[in-house]
């Protein structure tokens, strides 16, 4: 079937790039979080078992180092889980674009972590402005946001990109309008 200028069929092929661009955009700010996060703590020599324990005074020296490298390996228990639902979601949509038959869940966890995104970027903003924070602090939570917003608009996008496509690609092949893909071959 050759392409047609078919309204329907132009804003199919813009809902399949936009769902390429995000997913690699997903991808990508899902890797740059990692190395953001990992950055931050190397530069800045948080001690993460201070930050969650009251108390800290009483525990011995091997209880804190403990506490300390337990809170570690969790937080980065949940940067590796994030970073593969990055991933999952990210190479979910650039298959989907691709033709390939992908189960729709991946558009729902593109939607809840945007709204994660969202209301981390919102709380990031009000923290950033309380008089516990430092100028430079400042600055770097506020770029830091920055990139969450972005990255928050990608899923978005991602998701709303899949629904309008898949949308488009049921009513196209019913009407016998559709452009071949992988999963007609």
């Not at 228990?77 to 650039?94: E, F």
């Amino acid at each position: 079937m050759t392409l047609e200028n078919d309204p329907r069929q132009i804003k199919y092929r813009q809902m399949i790039s936009n769902m390429n661009i995000s997913g690699t955009a997903v991808i990508v700010f899902g890797v740059w979080s990692v190395l953001r996060a990992i950055l931050y703590f190397v530069l800045h020599r948080v001690d993460l078992a201070a930050l969650l324990v009251d108390g800290i005074e009483e525990m011995t020296n091997i209880e804190h180092t403990f506490m300390n490298d337990f809170t570690f390996l969790v937080f980065q228990s949940i940067l590796v889980a994030d970073l593969a639902v990055r991933v999952y979601v990210g190479r979910s949509a650039v298959a989907d674009a691709a033709g390939r038959k992908k189960s729709p869940f991946y558009i729902f966890l593109a939607f809840v972590m945007g709204w994660g995104l969202a209301s981390g970027f919102v709380s990031e903003v009000a923290l950033s402005f309380s008089d516990d924070v430092t100028e430079k602090l400042m600055h770097e939570m506020m770029a830091s946001a920055v990139i969450d917003l972005i990255s928050c608009f990608a899923f978005f996008e991602l998701g709303v990109s899949s629904v309008v496509a898949r949308m488009l690609r049921k009513k196209l092949k019913s009407d016998g309008k559709m452009i071949h893909t992988a999963e007609d071959k």
